[in-house]
């Protein structure tokens, strides 16, 4: 029956799952239960605190209190709790200054990876391109062509900080252009654009009628000397831009799948019509317990607290190792290392799970900029001391690969 993967998409028949592989992304098909099992720290998985119990007691409790009333057996509306939308409204008027109709403005989504694919869907036709920026979360290579586009990479640079060159973009735009997708903050390397660069790119995309989704997941960890700025905001921007963010980064509420879209109402008005079709209702129970989170998240400063030290623990560490090199990341519980001088990133990885026991994930994921890096996790783990024993294992197995190669 093999051939009759032939009768599918080409970019779906190309996916593999692992049932008849070794998967080698910690996110598809079983490959993190096969390194949990062996014993391996699963730092390849951005999910804060993992595998440690770390749910804010008021979403706790909250959580409890609606299972016991027994309302969450039923369905949400599939545009979202309209109690929620007002938060996250309020939320985003408080952080950023700028106002949203919850009723027009913003749907709920069960996930940010939900949100992105179906914030895209209702522009992308055959054919039409799709800039991402190189290095960039995988999603934003495969999902263009899942929904029948083309993706276009558009390199960042490491002696930039992987920051925008708008050259690079402007060299690549063509007849078939219709989408810039932006991950700000940026996974895998915790860059944080500058108002300068997104107004450069904002400026891209009205010159070129351009549509921009910008996916900020990480925009609640961006570190206190650097500017989240909104691209939404930028003139010309918010008739054409939708905006895609979760509770799983900032809040470390990953397990409760609850994001958020939202843009201008004219925009809106199609996903609240296709919503029943696509996404269908967002878990009841996980948007009443999210709720306590944006009635009162001073809880991420302390987790941003941890994710301070443990960038600062890794950049003395890694950069202090022949061979290995990594930025200050401006957000994230995330960083990104070079190991281009000790070999290839794929072999690099199993050698770490090996001898290590530490999963990290192979750059080569995250665009063609990514050959030669390896994206470490550092916010696994809710005690400090536990992410810095793996780190140390890694560092340890990195000199003695570094022996090897003759770089110590």
């Avoid at 992987?162 to 078939?176: A, D, G, L, M």
């Avoid at 905001?233 to 939708?242: A, D, F, K, N």
């Avoid at 999210?290 to 009162?296: E, I, S, T």
Wanted: proline fraction near 6%; charge should be negative.
């Amino acid at each position: 029956m093999e051939h009759i993967k032939t009768k599918m998409k080409p970019a779906f028949a190309k996916l593999d799952g692992g049932l008849f592989s070794t998967a080698q992304k910690a996110d598809v098909g079983d490959v993190a239960e096969r390194m949990k099992s062996a014993g391996v720290a699963l730092m390849s998985w951005a999910d804060p605190f993992m595998p440690d119990p770390s749910i804010p007691q008021p979403v706790l409790d909250a959580a409890i209190k609606e299972l016991q009333n027994g309302f969450p057996a039923h369905y949400t509306m599939p545009i979202g709790n309209p109690e929620l939308k007002k938060l996250i409204a309020a939320r985003i008027e408080k952080k950023y200054g700028f106002q949203l109709d919850p009723n027009r403005n913003i749907i709920i989504n069960p996930g940010s990876d939900n949100g992105l694919i179906f914030a895209m869907m209702p522009w992308i036709e055959p054919g039409d391109e799709v800039m991402v920026h190189d290095p960039s979360y995988p999603s934003n290579f495969l999902n263009p062509e899942l929904i029948g586009g083309a993706t276009v990479r558009v390199p960042t640079y490491p002696e930039d900080g992987y920051h925008i060159r708008i050259q690079e973009y402007e060299k690549r735009v063509t007849s078939k252009t219709k989408m810039v997708l932006l991950t700000n903050p940026n996974n895998p390397t915790g860059t944080v654009y500058t108002r300068k660069e997104l107004e450069e790119l904002a400026a891209f995309c009205v010159e070129h009628d351009l549509i921009c989704v910008c996916d900020q997941a990480f925009e609640d960890t961006v570190f206190p000397e650097h500017e989240m700025v909104c691209i939404c905001q930028l003139p010309g921007m918010w008739e054409r831009t939708v905006t895609v963010c979760s509770v799983s980064k900032g809040m470390g509420l990953s397990g409760f799948r609850v994001g958020w879209t939202y843009a201008t109402d004219t925009i809106m008005d199609t996903y609240y019509g296709a919503a029943v079709n696509i996404q269908g209702a967002t878990s009841t129970l996980a948007q009443l317990a999210v709720m306590p989170a944006f009635r009162d998240d001073s809880f991420i400063q302390d987790y941003m607290k941890k994710y301070d030290n443990r960038r600062k623990y890794a950049y003395k560490l890694f950069n202090n190792i022949p061979g290995v090199s990594m930025q200050m990341p401006e957000s994230g519980f995330f960083v990104w290392i070079d190991i281009s001088k000790l070999g290839d990133s794929s072999e690099i990885t199993a050698y770490l799970a090996k001898e290590a026991l530490v999963s990290l994930n192979d750059g080569k994921f995250y665009g063609d900029m990514g050959n030669g890096h390896l994206r470490l996790i550092a916010g696994c783990f809710w005690d400090d001391k536990d992410s810095f024993a793996a780190m140390d294992r890694m560092a340890a197995a990195f000199r003695k690969l570094a022996e090897k190669k003759g770089l110590a």
